[in-house]
């Protein structure tokens, strides 16, 4: 199984965006493509270059793959952070409209994982140096190995509950315990 790496901004597609993906893209936002159509769509020729190892992602990404989404800081409701899981059901490269994946999954992460703690995780050798994209203006998808998936799910599973009770009970005090123990001081 292959991981990716995906970075969306809020910005309105048609303010910020070539002709070519204006016309492939399902908008408003950058952002709205996975997360409210279960796509993600570079249009031609941008999804053949190089950087970031962008190419050679849709050239690997295939059905049953999943990915992390980071939302810059333009993002209101996910702003500077990984938000999303992310699982492929379909790719469709075509040299003359784009490439475009098809989500079968946009599962949120709670509690989501901020910028400072993704700096954080890659200082400390737990995430890899792809993570170092995340924020970084002209990068939008780039392969990461499975292990940064892995890190992201164990940092934001949920914490397992003691199912000790807190409840109160009114008749009880501390004192009332202390007493019947000691005796009366």
């Known amino acids: 199984m292959t991981a990716f790496l995906i970075q969306v901004s809020g910005h309105p597609i ?11 893209a399902k908008g408003p936002r950058f952002c709205d493509e996975p997360l409210r159509h279960r796509e993600y769509f570079n249009a031609s020729p941008f999804w053949k270059q190089e950087g970031f190892g962008r190419h050679e992602a849709w050239q ?4 049953g793959d999943e990915g992390l989404l980071y939302c810059t800081s333009s993002v209101d409701e996910h702003g500077a952070c990984l938000s999303h899981v992310l699982t ?23 509690p989501k994982v901020p910028y400072s703690d993704i ?33 992201i799910r164990e ?30 001081s």
Do not use: W
């Not at 048609?14 to 993906?21: D, G, I, N, R, S």
């Not at 690997?60 to 059905?63: G, L, Q, V």
């Open 88 to 110: 492929v059901s379909e790719i469709d490269l075509n040299d003359h409209e784009g490439a475009r994946l098809t989500l079968s999954t946009v599962q949120e992460l709670v």
């Open 155 to 184: 940092l934001t599973k949920p914490k397992e509950n003691n199912n000790t009770s807190t409840e109160s009970h009114p008749n009880e005090s501390l004192r009332d315990i202390a007493e019947d123990h000691f005796g009366d």
């Open 14 to 24: 048609e303010e910020k965006a070539a002709p070519a993906y204006i016309e492939g």
């Open 119 to 151: 700096q954080a995780e890659i200082g400390g050798d737990t995430l890899s140096e792809q993570m170092r994209y995340c924020g970084q203006e002209g990068f939008n998808i780039t392969l990461i190995p499975q292990s940064d998936v892995d890190r």
């Open 60 to 63: 690997t990404i295939s059905a």
